[in-house]
């Protein structure tokens, strides 16, 4: 590949697993062998996705930096790409692309895969948080399950800055394609069960925007407490920005696409090591 940019338009392998042949449902036999006779997975799929953490280069783990280092193709949302586009070296081909062309543009990739090309695949954050349904796509277009390598997320970095436990909070996101109501329901329990929760909107389809005004007009009409103190914070490790208040007045509040939010249990919950 010659270092040019493909396209226009966000989101790992190593990690010393081990499939045995007879139990891949997607390698098939060659490369299950490969992969149950020494060989890393890195070197059988030749592709991998990274999470590049939520948006400052610093929280990149260096396996990620090290992939992208060592790719001949590095594809990925133009915001997520230039995360981590100080790094990409010059030879590497740069893949971007926007919600719209993805299906076409992740082919591209694909095929380059095959051809034998080196390519990593960035999501912004980690990819298990609010990524899965790209990775499917990514899996989709390959043909075959890809490696992945866990990304630093902004629920991370938030769950740090507010000095929550996530043993006692639950994490929902929204940012996804498809039906939202049974995650809203959860989220209602979830806050009824008396646990803290990190949430993240959905900011990009106008017909189904669910920000943190949304989230709050819902759960208080569901029966959910308008005391609930409440978090949002934006651009987090970029230009932060925080809002603290109660559920009741969050519905009054507009905040960015690059916000989430933590709704606090109306209780904390006691500790449960030794009294001194």
Not at 137 to 163: F, N, Y
């Amino acid at each position: 590949m010659d270092g040019r940019v493909r396209g226009h338009g966000g989101e790992p392998a190593g990690g010393g697993q081990r499939l045995a042949a007879a139990a891949h449902p997607v390698l098939g036999p060659h490369r299950a062998d490969q992969a149950s006779s020494g060989h890393s997975l890195e070197s059988v799929f030749m592709i991998v996705c990274i999470g590049a953490g939520p948006g400052d280069l610093g929280y990149l783990t260096q396996r990620g930096a090290q992939l992208v280092a060592q790719a001949d193709v590095v594809a990925g949302f133009d915001t997520v790409i230039d995360v981590v586009r100080s790094i990409i070296p010059a030879r590497a081909e740069v893949v971007l692309m926007n919600y719209g062309d993805q299906v076409a543009q992740l082919a591209a990739v694909a095929a380059a895969h095959h051809a034998g090309k080196r390519c990593v695949v960035v999501f912004m954050g980690d990819i298990h948080f609010s990524g899965f349904q790209y990775l499917e796509r990514v899996e989709r277009a390959c043909g075959h399950r890809v490696e992945t390598v866990a990304g630093i997320s902004a629920a991370q970095i938030l769950a740090s800055r507010a000095r929550v436990c996530f043993d006692e909070t639950t994490f929902v996101t929204f940012h996804r394609r498809g039906e939202l109501e049974p995650f809203k329901r959860h989220l209602v329990h979830v806050l009824a069960d008396q646990r803290n929760a990190i949430v993240i909107p959905l900011p990009w389809d106008a017909a189904r925007s669910f920000m943190p005004r949304h989230i709050a007009a819902y759960l208080l009409a569901h029966g959910t407490s308008a005391a609930h103190p409440v978090e949002v914070w934006e651009n987090l490790t970029g230009d932060e920005a925080e809002w603290h208040g109660v559920l009741g007045d969050c519905v009054e509040r507009d905040f960015s696409g690059m916000s989430i939010m933590l709704i606090r249990a109306l209780a904390a919950m006691p500790s449960q090591i030794e009294a001194a």
